[in-house]
């Protein structure tokens, strides 16, 4: 079974940070890139970050570039992403996801990944 859980969202003023958690379960997470998601209140979900255990390849929205920062660490099965200079537009349920196998990894799009978490909440304050 499939299973991945995130965890560290919560409040913060505006230019703080979070790190938020991925932990997967129930695949080799070696052969899947994972990417992060977020979906504000009547927005579509967008990508945010993926990352590629594999090759090392990594991708970041232009929204996010320069601020949030993705990692895995393969011995505890778990992606993170350091987010730092937190803005209120980033206000959002974060997302993470297993990436298809059969998609490009060009194609960053929501349906090019399933498997989804639950979902963290992170809002920032103004």
């Known amino acids: 079974e499939v299973q991945l859980v995130e965890s560290g969202g919560g409040l913060v003023q505006a230019g703080g940070s979070l790190r938020l958690s991925c932990a997967a379960s129930?695949?080799?997470?070696?052969?899947?890139?994972i990417g992060w998601f977020r979906q504000a209140p009547g927005k579509e979900r967008e990508g945010v970050s993926s990352?590629?255990?594999?090759?090392?390849?990594?991708y970041y929205a232009r929204s996010v570039k320069g601020r949030f920062t993705i990692s895995s660490d393969n011995a505890k099965n778990t992606v993170y992403l350091q987010m730092n200079s937190l803005k209120p537009e980033d206000t959002a349920v974060y997302y993470c996801?297993?990436?298809?196998?059969?998609?490009?990894?060009?194609?960053?799009?929501?349906?090019?990944?399933?498997?989804w978490g639950q979902g963290t909440q992170v809002t920032v304050s103004s």
């Open positions: 996801a297993t990436k298809r196998p059969d998609s490009i990894w060009s194609n960053q799009r929501p349906t090019s990944f399933d498997n």
């Open positions: 129930g695949f080799t997470f070696d052969d899947y890139a």
């Open positions: 990352i590629s255990s594999s090759d090392g390849n990594t």
